[in-house]
């Protein structure tokens, strides 16, 4: 009997060899009672050969690797009967069954890392849901290696009082085309601006929009679909950064069920989707997490936010708490959220495209700690006296809750992840690195701003992103921006086209993130001018020329009051090296702004009128996916029709959107008689100074920011030497209602007068 025993496991490990065509190394090193082996498969990279040797079982570095594990049968019934609603164990509880990955590096350095539970789906479009599939295999391991040479897996498996210890498999890592991981630096100089690539130490410039989601109330495959058709727009444009949230309503494991995650599966996988379009892609992303989870509906049942509130907490239902600061302080709710966090980290942390771990607009999560009027009656805390928090109180809960997050997770699930928190309204208590808040945990600082006035760049984006700069030096960001006023999007792009450009040369590190996204931006194909802004930073390096950011307008100098910053008619951007010798900028006709288009955009002038926009304004947004009326493409539900003109429509003609010329024609055109060298100049500051015979002379670059024609304007090529303080003062090129703004680039060529002559546009 035990001969036959021995050879019927003998025989299924050989076949399960030759079924994979794989080269594993299998050795039994059990402690538990019964014997029972591990079956593992190796599921990607996948090869094309699968008989040849030579590329089997070889990862490129930083590159997706995934092995699928099928452990002993007794347990998957107890994981089964438990994923049914029976009492069994819980694959979500560590304390349950723990599944430890243990790899051994090329040094010989072991690195702890965890397998999780996956459900497999098939996307059915036609009925606009994910079938479950079937595997044999539902434990699964994702990893992407950071080091060339031989890796080592071995496994250990402990359920109750049995241990499982087993090597699995080798591997060899290869190079690989991947920039690894994105990482800041520290070295004191305006380079930090700037992250960099950790394989190739290039820097990163973000090219960016918020993708978010794909739709609210659910994520089914036409939710999937949109946002995926939403990162492959912005891949068309060579955009290479964008933001996905962990939502509630999506991939967010522990709602609705803090401790079982089945219900999820299948917005998890259709998350696996987005992660491995951005990978292959080049695309880097945020993860961020949604105040939705502690804000208020305002009553039971009426969802403040996407369908979900502090209501639909599934702490607060199944602890009972009634107070939003037990959800930051109790310790049996901890544990749970961070067996979350070994979820998806373990599941989607393993990439190098995950850049940021966020948490979004956090003074609307602190915000509820001092709000709650429960926490009258709590004590134990610092309003044991009966009073409730204050601001700086509620700020320290949060922080030292993310704290607590963030080292976990950097001593357990991910030493390269980088984290980016965030505010609505900034508290004046982070002016101050003294105090312990959330920029202070965060290696990136974003900031969020949405405007339609005419100072919005010029004066707000541009002051709130130097500020946090001055404050912390850390790279800053300006993650969320947009119009406030939606319908603004359904006549002109004006707006999104002045917003990426400007903030592209504010010193933050790369174009503003536009939110609005799924309603308007990329339904209008708004998002391909990123494209030219990709053109321009191509072969620039910002982080090795340590540039730092400069604006001008041809007001502001004049001593006048901020408000009167709007009457401006140039306004200028731009990102200086530190050897003075390179310059790379943004001149704009500042007139060309929406409200200023009402005599040209019929459009506009609507909204101005009448506050309202007569006719559809039509996006495909599926905002409810049980709606039965369905727009259909090849018989496959797509979205629903959605129209913004009903959104924000008031106040179009608020005095506070007015300048000096927009009840004098609206947008004015420079284009002087005689050429363009009659036209005003702008300012560039702090470069070589010129004294007596002793000139530095500069040539400056014009290039096209609107349209197809990527290249170098020639015919406003100008040659020019600095004043005695350092200045420079271009001629603006005719800024017209074709052309109302271009980018240039100005490059030092030298102090010989002869050379600069031959040079200089005649």
Request: with cysteine; hydrophobic share 35%.
């Amino acid at each position: 009997m035990k001969t036959q025993l021995l050879f019927q496991i003998t025989f299924f490990v050989f076949i399960n060899f030759i079924a994979f065509s794989q080269d594993f190394s299998i050795v039994e090193k059990n402690e538990s009672t019964g014997g029972n082996l591990i079956q593992s498969v190796w599921l990607e990279p996948t090869f094309q050969s699968k008989n040849d040797p030579t590329v089997q079982n070889k990862v490129g570095k930083h590159k997706r690797l995934e092995v699928g594990f099928k452990i002993p049968n007794n347990t998957t019934v107890q994981i089964n009967r438990f994923l049914n609603g029976g009492n069994g164990i819980n694959p979500f509880d560590p304390t349950q069954i723990d599944f430890k990955v243990i790899l051994t590096d090329p040094t010989g350095n072991k690195i702890t890392r965890f397998a999780f539970y996956y459900k497999p789906f098939i996307t059915d479009l036609e009925n606009d849901v994910f079938i479950e599939d079937t595997t044999d295999f539902p434990w699964r391991f994702r990893f992407a290696p950071p080091a060339i040479g031989k890796w080592e897996i071995a496994l250990e498996l402990v359920v109750g009082n049995s241990k499982i210890n087993q090597e699995v498999l080798s591997f060899e890592c290869v190079e690989s085309n991947q920039k690894g991981t994105l990482q800041t630096t520290k070295s004191g100089e305006n380079s930090d601006r700037w992250l960099k690539f950790s394989e190739t130490n290039k820097p990163f410039f973000a090219i960016s929009n918020n993708i978010s989601s794909g739709g609210f109330y659910g994520y089914v495959p036409s939710q999937n679909r949109r946002q995926m058709d939403g990162v492959q727009q912005l891949i068309d444009a060579k955009g290479n950064f964008t933001r996905f949230e962990l939502s509630a309503q999506g991939p967010l494991p522990d709602w609705p069920i803090y401790n079982n995650y089945k219900s999820k599966f299948d917005e998890m996988y259709a998350f696996d989707q987005l992660v491995n379009l951005c990978e292959d892609n080049d695309v880097y992303f945020t993860l961020f997490r949604h105040h939705v989870e502690v804000l208020d509906g305002g009553n039971p049942g009426q969802p403040n936010w996407d369908g979900v509130s502090w209501y639909e907490n599934p702490y607060r239902q199944a602890f009972n708490i009634q107070n939003v600061e037990d959800y930051f302080t109790k310790d049996e709710i901890i544990k749970w959220q961070n067996n979350t966090l070994r979820y998806l980290f373990s599941r989607w942390g393993y990439s190098p495209n995950m850049a940021f771990y966020s948490y979004s607009e956090v003074d609307r999560w602190y915000s509820k700690i001092f709000e709650d009027q429960e926490q009258t009656k709590v004590t134990g805390n610092k309003a044991a006296d009966g009073g409730v928090l204050n601001e700086e109180e509620s700020i320290e809960i949060l922080a030292k809750w993310v704290e607590n997050q963030q080292r976990f997770i950097r001593n357990n699930l991910s030493d390269s992840i980088l984290f980016c928190h965030t505010y609505a309204r900034t508290s004046k208590k982070e002016n101050s690195t003294k105090f312990k808040g959330l920029f202070a945990l965060s290696d990136a600082i974003g900031v969020h701003n949405y405007e339609e006035v005419k100072n919005v760049n010029f004066k707000k984006r541009y002051d709130q992103l130097n500020q946090w700069w001055d404050v912390y030096h850390k790279p800053v960001i300006m993650e969320e921006m947009g119009v406030n006023k939606i319908p603004i999007l359904c006549c002109t792009g004006i707006e999104y086209h002045n917003n990426i450009w400007s903030t592209a040369f504010m010193g933050d590190f790369g174009t503003g993130m536009d939110w609005w996204w799924d309603r308007g931006v990329h339904d209008f194909g708004y998002q391909a001018e990123l494209l030219n802004i990709q053109h321009f930073f191509l072969t620039e390096d910002l982080k090795l020329g340590n540039y730092s950011p400069q604006k001008w307008d041809d007001v502001s100098s004049f001593n006048i009051p901020d408000a009167a910053i709007r009457n401006r008619l140039i306004e200028n951007f731009a990102l200086k090296s530190s050897t003075d010798e390179r310059v790379l900028g943004w001149v704009h006709n500042a007139t060309y702004y929406w409200r200023n288009l009402a005599n040209d955009v019929p459009c506009i002038q609507e909204l101005v009128i009448s506050n309202k926009l007569s006719e559809p304004c039509i996006v495909a947004r599926n905002i409810n996916y049980k709606a039965k009326n369905k727009n259909e493409i090849n018989g496959a539900p797509l979205f629903e029709y959605h129209d913004i003109r009903k959104e924000n429509h008031s106040d179009f003609n608020n005095n506070r959107y007015k300048d000096r010329y927009t009840d004098k024609g609206g947008a004015q055109e420079i284009k002087a008689e005689g050429g363009f060298l009659n036209n005003p100049t702008f300012t560039v500051s702090s470069l070589k100074k010129s004294t007596g015979l002793k000139k530095n002379w500069y040539k400056i670059e014009f290039y096209y920011t609107h349209g197809s024609n990527l290249g170098v304007v020639s015919e406003f090529t100008q040659i020019l030497y600095t004043e005695v303080d350092g200045d420079l003062k271009p001629h603006v090129p005719n800024l017209t209602d074709t052309n109302p703004d271009y980018a240039y680039k100005i490059t030092f060529i030298g102090k010989h007068k002869k050379k600069a002559e031959i040079l200089r546009v005649k």
